[in-house]
């Protein structure tokens, strides 16, 4: 089992920035991809970015040159998100996948860009 803690999310103008926090607790060892996917209202989940174990990175298009996966360690992960838009309003979920294949969801963390 895999527990989560995700902080971070709140409400911003458009430009500015907002940093997601996630820490996985529980059986962390086999842990391959750890990463955030969103969903906004009457859309499909999406990938945001995500960090395999070995360091290698994927984003999707529209957060590229302006959102930054990172690992503070083993079982924490942190998104830097600037230059915020307002497309980018959504419910942000922390993802896990272990090397097994199984795949794990946070609670999500609301992120609202809005004048």
């Known amino acids: 089992q895999v527990q989560f803690v995700e902080s971070g999310g709140g409400l911003v103008q458009p430009g500015g920035s907002l940093n997601l926090t996630c820490t996985v607790f529980?059986?962390?060892?086999?842990?391959?991809?750890m990463g955030w996917y969103r969903q906004a209202p009457e859309k499909q989940r999406e990938l945001v970015a995500s960090?395999?174990?070995?360091?290698?990175t994927d984003y999707a298009d529209s957060v590229k040159g302006r959102f930054t996966i990172s690992k503070h360690n083993v079982n924490t992960v942190l998104l830097q998100m600037n230059n915020l838009k307002p497309e980018d309003t959504a419910v942000y979920y922390c993802?896990?996948?272990?090397?097994?294949?199984?795949?794990?969801w946070g609670q999500g963390t609301q992120v609202t860009v809005s004048s």
């Open positions: 993802h896990v996948k272990r090397y097994s294949g199984f795949n794990y």
């Open positions: 960090m395999h174990t070995e360091g290698t």
């Open positions: 529980g059986s962390v060892f086999d842990i391959d991809v």
